[in-house]
Structures are given as structure tokens and as C-alpha cells.
């Protein structure tokens, strides 16, 4: 295999394995934001300004999921001439927030020991 290709190959091997890094934190990163209502757009815009980027083909059908699994509660409210759907954690959503936040703080407390 030719220099060129076998970079190619393990960039592309990086950005996946990169790629299944994220997905664990996508949910954790959607729930600490929603403490606070938003609307799709303006939680995708707080999260890339906090460094955490996200797709609307990612984050939209994430916060349905996390509806029907009562973690987020809904409502729908025109503001500037639109309606918007607004999210916000429901009574679950917080309890299962604070739970994943300290188990994501046991996580990278063990992951910080392994890496050094």
C-alpha cells in the first residue's frame, strides 16, 4: 500500500473511531443545555458556541427520542411571526441529567488515571 493510501486509511479509521468518541457525549451535551428552554436552532447554536457541534440530522431526531423516552418535555410557541417547538427537561429528564453528569465525572476522573 502506497504512503498516500495508508494515510488516507487511518485518517478515515481515526475520524470514526473519533466519530463513536462523540456519540456518547451527544446526549449528555443536549440534556445540559436543555436546564433552559430552546428551540432546535437555538440549542444547535449554544452548543457549537460552547464547541460542541451538531447537525439537524442529528439533534432533531435526538430530542424526539428524548421526548418519547419522558426525559424532555414540549411546547409550541410562534415567536417572531414562526412557530417553534420549545424543549426543556421534564422532572425525569433532570433527575437522569444530574445521574449521567456525575457518572460522565467518574468516567473522565477514570479515563484522566489511564491516560497519564
Known amino acids: 500500500m502506497c504512503r498516500m ?3 488516507d486509511a487511518q485518517h478515515q479509521l481515526r475520524e470514526a473511531l473519533n ?3 462523540r456519540r456518547g457525549a451527544v446526549i449528555l451535551a443536549v440534556l445540559s443545555q436543555l436546564t433552559t428552554e430552546h428551540y ?3 440549542l ?3 452548543l457549537n458556541e ?3 457541534t451538531i447537525d439537524e440530522g442529528t439533534l432533531y431526531p435526538l430530542m424526539r427520542r428524548l421526548e418519547t423516552q419522558g426525559l424532555l418535555a414540549s411546547s409550541w410557541r410562534i415567536e417572531d411571526g414562526r412557530p417553534r417547538r420549545y ?3 421534564s422532572d425525569a ?3 437522569i441529567f444530574e445521574e ?3 457518572d460522565w465525572k467518574h468516567l473522565a476522573d477514570t479515563m484522566g488515571g489511564l491516560l497519564r
Open 19 to 21: 466519530l463513536e468518541l
Open 44 to 46: 444547535k447554536r449554544r
Open 100 to 102: 449521567l453528569r456525575t
Open 5 to 7: 493510501a495508508k494515510d
Open 50 to 52: 460552547k464547541g460542541f
Open 93 to 95: 429528564g433532570v433527575r
Open 87 to 89: 424543549y426543556q427537561l
Open 40 to 42: 432546535g436552532y437555538s
